[in-house]
C-alpha cells in the first residue's frame, strides 16, 4: 500500500464557491479533488486528506487565529500520519490577502518553509523518504462576497507560478501549475467548481504517477 497526504487550505479541504459568507459547506468524497486522485490511482492508494479553511503558508491569521500558519498544521500532519510516500502542497490562496502585506515573493518564501519542514532529514527518515508536488493554486478573481479581504489578490497570485516552479527545481521536487487545467470559479474568485475539481483531481493523479 502507499500513502498520499494532501495538504492545503479550502480548496484542498472541498469547500464549494460561497454564495453567502460565513456558510460551512463541503463537496462530498468523490467530487473533492484529493479524492479523485485517490479514485484515478486505485485500491492500493491510502488517501490522507490535510485540507484546513483558511489555512496559509506561514502567517498567524489575525481574524480566524494562529492555527492557520500552515508550518505547524504540517509539523502536526507529519508526526500524526504516515509513513506517507507522497506529499502535496497547495497554498498561497489565502497569503495573497492585502492583510498579510505580502508580495510573490514573500508568499514563494513561506512555501520555502514548509520545505524546509518536509524535506528535512528528521521528516524523510521518520516517513522512510517521500515524494512531494508542490502545486500553485490558479489565480483569484476578485469577485463575489469575500472579495473584500482579497483586494488586488489576483495581481499577487497570478505572478506565482515562475515562483513555484524554479523554488521546486530548486528543492527538486515535482510542481504542477492547477492554474493549467482550472480556475477559480466566477461565484466567488476563489474556490473551484465540481467540475474544476474533477479536472484537476485527475492531473495531479497523472503528476503523481509521474514523480
Not at 460551512?24 to 490511482?41: D, I, S, Y
Not at 485500491?43 to 489555512?55: A, K, M, N, S
Not at 527545481?169 to 487545467?181: K, L, M, N, Q, Y
Request: overall charge negative.
Amino acid at each position: 500500500m502507499h500513502t498520499i497526504l494532501t495538504f492545503g487550505d479550502s480548496n484542498t479541504h472541498g469547500t464549494p464557491p460561497i454564495e453567502v459568507r460565513g456558510e460551512a459547506r463541503r463537496f462530498p468524497a468523490g467530487v473533492r479533488w484529493p479524492t479523485v486522485v485517490h479514485g484515478e490511482l486505485g485500491p492500493d492508494w491510502v488517501l490522507v486528506e490535510e485540507g484546513l479553511p483558511g489555512r496559509t503558508t506561514m502567517f498567524d491569521d489575525p481574524l480566524i487565529g494562529s492555527h492557520m500558519d500552515g508550518r505547524l498544521g504540517l509539523k502536526i500532519a507529519l508526526n500524526s500520519h504516515g509513513p506517507i510516500d507522497v506529499l502535496t502542497i497547495m497554498l498561497g490562496t489565502n497569503d495573497s490577502k492585502m492583510m498579510f502585506g505580502t508580495d510573490p515573493e514573500r508568499i514563494t518564501a513561506g512555501i520555502a518553509a514548509l520545505l524546509g519542514i518536509s524535506q528535512s532529514q528528521e521528516m524523510q527518515d521518520r516517513h522512510g523518504g517521500f515524494k512531494t508536488l508542490l502545486i500553485c493554486p490558479p489565480t483569484v478573481k476578485v469577485q463575489g462576497p469575500i472579495k473584500d479581504v482579497f483586494y488586488r489578490a489576483d495581481e499577487k497570485s497570478a505572478a506565482l507560478a515562475p515562483h513555484y516552479k524554479n523554488l521546486a527545481e530548486h528543492w527538486g521536487i515535482g510542481f504542477f501549475d492547477a492554474g493549467s487545467v482550472i480556475e477559480t470559479s466566477a461565484q466567488d474568485g476563489v474556490h473551484f467548481t465540481a467540475d474544476a475539481h474533477q479536472a484537476l483531481g485527475k492531473a495531479i493523479a497523472e503528476a503523481v504517477r509521474s514523480l
